[in-house]
């Protein structure tokens, strides 16, 4: 079935140390992104990608980097850099070039991160 | 900016209880407006959309209608059910992304 796989679902991490959270699709869309939520915040942009080997900051991108060497792939590194890492994060991928395209987000089920 | 706000929850019903999660946006140009649904535990899936003034989305019995001269797009239900407890965000296209609202919790009790 196609979709987006994300891994690990749940990860720990001892302070100081970076984490790297997997996103795969195999929708053959172009586009790709990382959300964070929150309790009571809502969902809010990390990074997205439009095309292969390009990205964009979102609205929270600082303590987080990004790497898309493949189209399916878009892996999220949360390094010791950001503040507050405990989250539940989100991938979610579109196809942005079709016709008819209507901008909807296609959402894997998440990876939640616990700092100890 | 473009921005969505979304009643606050927690909104706690009973089994055949009317719904309405209001939202209401402010954005320039025609954004395609979607409600998505979470569950405990997993992503957010697509409950319905609508891309142009007056369009009425519809899935799994909710609705929802595209009304630009209210800015809103209020989710409606006529009868929840017990599964229909969930997280609803109220999202609004902003290319490439999307934009979200906090989200509604909804709790149906039997």
């Known amino acids: 079935d196609g979709g987006i796989t994300q891994s690990p679902k749940y990860l720990f991490r001892k302070e100081g140390q970076n984490v790297t959270l997997s996103c795969e699709q195999n929708l053959n869309h172009d586009a790709m992104y990382w959300y964070r939520q929150d309790p009571g915040q809502g969902l809010r942009l990390i990074y997205y990608s439009q095309i292969v080997n390009d990205f964009q900051k979102g609205d929270i991108a600082e303590g987080y980097s990004v790497s898309r060497e493949k189209k399916e792939s878009f892996p999220l590194t949360v390094t010791s850099a950001q503040k507050n890492p405990t989250a539940f994060y989100l991938c979610?991928?579109?196809?942005?070039?079709?016709?008819?395209?209507?901008?909807?987000?296609?959402f894997g089920e998440g990876s939640r991160l616990t700092v100890l | 900016g473009n921005s969505v706000t979304q009643m606050e929850g927690p909104v706690t019903l009973s089994e055949e209880a009317f719904l309405t999660i209001n939202c209401t946006y402010t954005?320039?140009?025609?954004?395609?407006l979607f409600w998505y649904v979470q569950y405990p535990g997993e992503g957010l899936q697509l409950l319905l959309k609508a891309t142009k003034a007056d369009d009425k989305g519809s899935n799994k019995g909710f609705e929802a209608t595209y009304r630009k001269e209210t800015t809103s797009f209020h989710l409606e239900k006529g009868s929840v059910q017990v599964s229909d407890s969930a997280v609803y965000f109220c999202?609004?296209?902003?290319?490439?992304?999307?934009?979200f609202g906090k989200g509604t919790t909804l709790s149906v009790s039997s």
């Open positions: 979610a991928s579109s196809n942005i070039q079709g016709r008819g395209d209507t901008g909807e987000l296609f």
């Open positions: 999202a609004l296209s902003d290319r490439p992304a999307l934009i």
């Open positions: 954005a320039t140009g025609y954004p395609s």
